[in-house]
């Protein structure tokens, strides 16, 4: 499974809220809202991410809550 598509996946089953994509440079963007707790367990399961992954920084900071519930993924 791609980064991407495990990253909904978790996201979904925590609860959060919020979206992911593909950045141009080659980086994925993430947006996490919800409870603080599944937040803060969603950014601990992404500094591994799913098999194959090799995540090598996060950078977690605070933003506005994305609009309407569900994750998803973005092109």
Known sequence: MWFRAWT???ARALGLNGWVRNC???TVEAVFSGPAGAVDAMLQKAKDGPPLAQVSKIDARATEAPDGLGFETKS
Do not use: Y
């Open 24 to 26: 141009a440079d080659g």
């Open 8 to 10: 909904e996946k978790t």
